[in-house]
């Protein structure tokens, strides 16, 4: 029985480890063919950890293209981005979940079906109405639509959190006179804070890897995020692949911070969002 | 009271996108009219960013010259980029004045009107090379490479060296055979135990360097059949030739390296970026075909990292030859200013203007004269950066034996290349013949594409 | 519903008394309509403008023969004709794509699971090695998608390499017409699993102990725990994870833009890889519009059978039936 425990408790550790590494390895080739030379990524027998780190491929690829710029430009993106979705799907969850108005279901409906369209199938439309404002190449197509609900989807999930909350307290600021926008922004925000910083930092990792929208609506370098330039590194012609791997791990690192101090925070966001989807 | 308010947002929902949308439609090529005097122009082009640095420096230049056209200069990243860019563009109605372009493209928009036709201005100023002008069937040209690109044979000489074998020839009287290259190939390939492919033991399962690189995308099996007499279609574009067998033995030859000699690598290895240079540097293999603008990498490659490589002459089957392609200059029909683009274009199409691109070695002239005359020749190629044997192996090899690509006049060149490359994958797996799948697969499909079905 | 239960009575009284009454019920009615609109509204206008608005443009363009290069004419539905019947790649593209749906959800699924069930064991370390399974999420997929195509290089890949230290054949992974879809499911369960483990795990946390140990008494392994208790237990969230793993899906783009191009011999040429290229590289934006318009009916039957058929799998604590 014991035996048979140790064993058990043994296989589960053996395959966390080998699923660990599953998960590990393309991430650690990643960072250590950042640090090698060109001539040496390529070695065979290839060499797992370069006897001397080359940090210059950091200051070369930083060089090759202006990841600087790329980052302000992600950072120009995502902040609105996140600020957007958090106040207007909270705002469009509340006045769903909360009030009574004609067409509530309705439009309940729609956000559910909103939730499974791909977004590639609208894309011919909205980049024309886009290029007729001749808002193209800037920023306005990538910030704007989150301002509108922030995402069918953040604004289902928020509303969901907003059913659980009891109307008794609705109730009772009413009859204290509390207006709806009081109501809103000093009781059910801070109700649903967990929620929202789950929707916050997933809004964040979302904007900040987004390929698709920029690869449409960005055309010149000095509107490139991120994502973007990350591809355009890769080149027509050729790529120093040293130079690839550390401008990726570049582009890595910030939503690895936020994960790693927002961790908890991810986590319990991620269940929230499972359990009571 | 719900289907009321369901049909009001839909219709408005409608109005709001035929507004935009009819808008886009007539609006392709309108832009903000022009206030008269100094011109204000745009080019567009592609590239990464030393050919930003060195554009942006040209067009500056250009605007030194002429103090009343201001031009803005916009980059896209890649040529496939690009190609969605400018049509983003296009449906927004916002088309440069001059721009670059997608060379399987130029035909289709040419015809539809959107370009300027550059048949005088094509017939002013020296001799451009004939392979590298864009025509529509009714005779107009439409698009002019401001650069000529060849297919050569890179190689890596330390490979060659350690083999003990002589360098692929630098001049085209000397070129090899298809045979004696397969065979010089095969004797480069070494497993991870040091035998060839000659050998009996030989492990095909752990070659460590091969002998030559085939790529499986249009220019080199393009530049073969023209070796051996096929092609896509005749000189004339008028006619389809891929089934022909000369075509057919092009492809299985190039398939065999793979599959039965054992000499090259899968195909969608190449999918890797920068493959060439590095798969030189590293020892993966030893000789590659791939084209002229190669020279820009493999000699920063060289600078930087010591990578000692060679060019040379393509084999050839039944006749020498290499084919050209080279990046497009258009311009637009929509441009509000002509003469200014057109002035723009004169001087981007100046070999003496894009000096920088031709030294750093990514584009060859487009003008006869800079391949024959020795001074010009000297201005271009007397660097370090151009190796000893860069005027037989490319110069003249370019000058003689440059075979026209289809794409130069047959509109319907792009969407029969996504059948061909994709069905040409199975040869190149070594799956089907290349008989079987051009004869059962591709011609069904292209011969009502080529006919404009 | 305290509001509700007062209405009818409200209503009910005909009097003037009643009649005032009713008249500041309305009024308060009135007031909850117009402060429920304003407080959608940025979901109502973004559903209008943003969904319904080019949704219908998608059909009015799909119903031209627009390509960009000249003005667009109405040809009815010659593009959906043309798309069913004498389109080179439609059906392929339907094929393949299905086929990458069908196994990414599956062994996503399958994947996300056994590894929460396996950080559900009493284990030390338990949120380091639940940050290195997240992990991969992170990553954006432009970057994995190079670093991928590096790893999956049939000659000198690190697969390979791999394979063939441990005495294994090599595999062709994402060169081969065969291998390539099964190629970027490795990839996208790598990347995508992070999500669904979490949720699994919180499910797995769920599960009342005591139903579990009940299972136990009466002398059941875990596999009888497992099929008795545990899976009927999380089938909500797996019902969940499924959904929005088939949406997903249907989505798959950048692995195919950036390592494969569609191929070989489009078996990687997914629908969304389609559409991009006839819309933006061919210029065929009435086809395009076509093949969109196909996927919301394609994604919304979808949706509507899985939503149907839940009730049969699917246990909700309040039971269903």
């Known amino acids: 029985m014991t035996a048979g425990r140790v064993t058990g408790k043994a296989l589960v550790y053996l395959a966390l480890v080998v699923g660990a590494a599953f998960c590990f390895l393309p991430v650690f080739w990643l960072v250590r063919s950042s640090v090698m030379t060109l001539g040496d990524i390529f070695k065979y027998p290839p060499i797992v950890w370069p006897a001397r780190v080359h940090w210059q491929n950091f200051a070369d690829a930083m060089q090759a293209s202006p990841f600087l710029l790329y980052f302000r430009n992600t950072m120009i993106v995502v902040v609105p981005n996140v600020v957007g979705s958090l106040l207007t799907a909270s705002m469009s969850a ?139 590194f890769i080149g027509s012609y050729a790529t120093f692949w040293n130079n690839l791997m550390a401008a990726s791990l570049i582009v890595i690192v910030p939503p690895v911070i936020v994960f790693l101090i927002g961790q908890r925070y991810f986590v319990e966001g991620v269940t929230l969002t499972g359990i009571k989807g | 009271m719900r289907r009321q308010v369901f049909m009001v947002s839909a219709l408005s929902g409608a109005l709001l996108l035929l507004v935009a949308f009819s808008a886009g439609a007539t609006g392709a090529g309108e832009k903000a009219a022009p206030s008269g005097g100094p011109a204000t122009i745009q080019y567009a082009y592609w590239g990464d960013q030393n050919e930003e640095i060195t554009t942006t420096a040209l067009l500056k230049t250009f605007m030194d010259k002429n103090p009343n056209i201001t031009v803005e200069g916009l980059r896209f990243g890649s040529n496939t980029e690009f190609d969605q860019k400018i049509t983003t563009l296009a449906a927004a109605g916002t088309l440069p004045d001059v721009s670059t372009f997608y060379e399987p493209n130029v ?159 899968v195909p969608g290895s190449q999918n890797m970026p920068g493959a060439i240079g590095t798969a030189l540097l590293s020892g993966q293999v030893a000789m590659a075909m791939d084209g002229t603008w190669d020279l820009l990498t493999l000699g920063t490659t060289k600078e930087q990292q010591g990578l000692d490589f060679g060019i040379g002459v393509l084999p050839y089957m039944k006749k020498l030859a290499t084919t050209s392609v080279g990046t497009p200059e258009v311009v637009y029909k929509s441009t509000k200013h002509l003469n200014e683009s057109l002035a723009l274009l004169g001087f981007l199409m100046d070999p003496n203007s894009s000096l920088p691109l031709l030294q750093n070695g990514i584009w060859l002239p487009n003008e006869k004269q800079w391949y024959t005359d020795p001074t010009l020749l000297q201005k271009w190629i007397g660097n370090p950066r151009h190796p000893e044997e860069y005027k037989t192996a490319v110069v003249d090899f370019a000058l003689n034996y440059s075979h026209q690509l289809p794409l130069y006049i047959v509109p319907t060149f792009a969407k029969m290349d996504d059948v061909i490359s994709a069905a040409l994958g199975q040869v190149w797996l070594g799956q089907k013949s290349a008989a079987d799948v051009i004869k059962n697969e591709i011609m069904p499909k292209i011969t009502p594409i080529f006919q404009g079905k | ?302 949706s509507l059978l899985i939503f149907r058929t839940s009730r049969q799998w699917v246990y909700y604590e309040g039971g269903n039936g």
């Open chain 1, 94 to 232: 509340y006045g769903l979940s909360r009030f009574r108005f004609p067409l509530r279901n309705f439009w309940f409906a729609l956000v559910l079906g909103a939730i499974i369209l791909p977004p590639a199938v609208v894309l011919i439309p909205q980049f024309l109405l886009w290029s007729n404002l001749h808002l193209v190449n800037t920023f306005l197509p990538l910030i704007v639509p989150v301002w509108f609900g922030g995402g069918a989807f953040n604004v289902f999930l928020l509303r969901q959190f907003f059913l659980t909350i009891p109307k008794d307290f609705d109730d009772a600021a009413r009859m204290d006179g509390a207006s709806y926008w009081r109501i809103y922004w000093q009781i059910m925000i801070p109700f649903i804070q967990p929620a929202l910083i789950a929707v916050g930092l997933f809004q964040f990792l979302f904007a900040w890897n987004d390929f698709f929208s920029p690869l449409i609506y960005l055309s010149s370098k000095e509107t490139y995020t991120l994502a973007i330039g990350l591809r355009f």
């Open chain 3, 1 to 302: 519903m305290a509001r509700g239960a007062c209405m009818p009575a409200a209503r009910r009284s005909g009097g003037p008394e009643g009649g005032g009454m009713r008249r500041r019920h309305l009024h308060a009615e009135a007031l909850e309509a117009i402060a429920g609109y304003l407080f959608a509204s940025p979901v109502i206008l973004g559903l209008l403008i943003w969904v319904i608005a080019p949704m219908i443009g998608v059909v009015l363009i799909s119903l031209t023969d627009w390509n960009v290069l000249t003005a667009p004419h109405w040809v009815g539905i010659r593009n959906y004709v043309k798309l069913f019947t004498t389109d080179l790649y439609f059906w392929n593209t339907l094929k393949v794509t299905a086929y990458f749906v069908v196994l990414n959800v599956v062994c996503t699924t399958i994947y996300s699971l056994v590894v929460a069930m396996l950080l559900n064991q009493r284990i030390r370390g338990r949120s380091i090695y639940r940050s290195i399974f997240y992990m991969p999420t992170i990553v954006p997929v432009v970057a994995s998608s190079a670093l991928w195509l590096w790893l999956f290089n049939a000659d000198f890949g690190l697969f390979n390499l791999l394979l063939q230290g441990v005495g294994l054949h090599k595999s062709l992974w994402i060169s081969s017409q065969t291998t390539v879809v099964p190629s970027i499911v490795i990839m996208s369960v790598w990347g995508g699993a992070g999500n669904t483990i979490v949720i699994f795990l919180a499910a797995l946390q769920g599960v009342p102990r005591q139903l579990l140990e009940a299972v136990e008494i009466d002398g059941g392994n875990w596999w009888h725990r497992f099929r008795a208790i545990t899976l009927p237990m999380i089938s909500p969230v797996t019902f969940f994870n499924v959904v929005t793993g088939l949406i997903a899906s249907f989505t798959i783009f950048t692995q195919s833009y950036v390592m494969t191009g569609g191929g070989p011999n489009n078996a990687s040429l997914f629908y969304v890889l389609l559409l991009y290229r006839e819309g933006f590289q061919r210029n065929n934006i009435g086809g395009a519009a076509a093949l969109s318009w196909v996927l919301i009916v394609i994604v919304s039957l979808l």
């Open chain 2, 107 to 265: 035909l289709t928009w040419g015809m539809s009107g959107k370009f300027v036709d550059l048949t005088d201005f094509y017939k002013k100023g020296p001799p451009k090379l004939d392979v590298i002008k864009f025509i529509t069937p009714d005779g107009k040209i439409v698009g002019i490479s401001v650069a000529n690109e060849i297919m050569v044979i890179w190689y890596s000489k330390k490979i060659f060296d350690a083999a003990g074998l002589p360098y692929p020839p630098a001049e085209a009287s000397k070129a090899w055979t298809w045979d004696h290259f397969v065979d010089v190939s095969k004797k480069l390939t070494k497993d991870a135990n040091g035998k060839t492919p000659n050998d009996a033991d030989f492990d095909k399962d752990n070659i460590r360097t091969f002998g030559f690189w085939v790529t499986q995308w249009w220019m080199p099996w393009l530049t073969f059949a023209a070796s051996n007499g096929g092609g896509l279609t005749t000189p004339d574009g008028k006619k389809l030739i891929m089934d022909d067998p000369a075509t057919i033995d092009a492809i299985q030859k190039m398939a065999d390296m793979i599959n039965v000699h054992h000499v090259s690598p």
